[in-house]
T-cell receptor
Framework: NAGVTQTPKFQVLKTGQSMTLQCAQD?????MSWYRQDPGMGLRLIHY???????DQGEVPNGYNVSRSTTEDFPLRLLSAAPSQTSVYFC????????????FGNGTRLTVT | KQEVTQIPAALSVPEGENLVLNCSFT??????LQWFRQDPGKGLTSLLL???SQREQTSGRLNASLDKSSGRSTLYIAASQPGDSATYLC???????????WGAGTKLIIKP
């Protein structure tokens, strides 16, 4: 059982480049989300999805796009990378409802120079 | 706006000690409070989830308590082991917007 799989694990971009962070889950979770984690701060929600075809913005959505064409996949696109987007990105998924635990991938460490 | 605070940011204790990690939140209108563990270079693992109607939850050597009226939760770790070394994060699931609001975490080091 793979759980939540994120690729790549590490990425270095130059300012202005674009890229897609991949996230896939095999638990049939309807809810998927992207967070970024910065030193000394809690996780901040970027975008989330409550099901295929439905996405919504979180706390820090600017500079990022998402789509949800299948239940399993939830890619995060950086449109034009900026140094402020240097961070560790986590994908997480769960079943609907507030009392369903959140399952995380192992993260993507992104550096923008 | 809900704010979640974890103090201290780092804690180092000898193996075998019992210890308490603290989490405070500013708005008591929550569905639940959740504790997670994060190992270096890894994602987060859910440890305990306390629903708003509950006072505590236990899993093995871990016990989490919730006092909504005072906006506080504690994670008690009994008989600490070096394998407990990790960063522990708490998060509250908000009533209003169905999202988790996170603390910055406490980095715990258990010295052998």
């Amino acid at each position: 059982n793979a759980g939540v799989t994120q690729t790549p694990k590490f990425q270095v971009l130059k300012t202005g480049q674009s890229m897609t962070l991949q996230c896939a889950q095999d638990m049939n979770h309807e809810y998927m989300s992207w967070y970024r984690q910065d030193p000394g701060m809690g996780l901040r929600l970027i975008h989330y999805s409550v099901g295929a075809g439905i996405t919504d913005q979180g706390e820090v959505p600017n500079g990022y796009n998402v789509s949800r064409s299948t239940t399993e996949d939830f890619p995060l696109r950086l449109l034009s990378a900026a140094p402020s987007q240097t961070s560790v990105y986590f994908c997480a998924s769960k079943f609907p409802g507030p009392n369903s635990p959140l399952h995380f991938g192992n993260g993507t460490r992104l550096t923008v120079t | 706006k809900q704010e979640v605070t974890q103090i201290p940011a780092a804690l180092s204790v000898p193996e075998g000690e019992n210890l308490v990690l603290n989490c405070s939140f500013t708005d008591s209108a929550i569905y639940n409070l959740q504790w997670f563990r994060q190992d270096p270079g890894k994602g987060l693992t859910s440890l305990l989830l306390i629903q708003s109607s509950q006072r505590e939850q236990t899993s093995g050597r871990l016990n989490a308590s919730l006092d909504k009226s005072s906006g506080r939760s504690t994670l008690y770790i009994a008989a600490s082991q070096p394998g407990d070394s990790a960063t522990y994060l708490c998060a509250v699931f908000e009533d209003s917007n169905y999202q988790l609001i996170w603390g910055a975490g406490t980095k715990l080091i258990i010295k052998p």
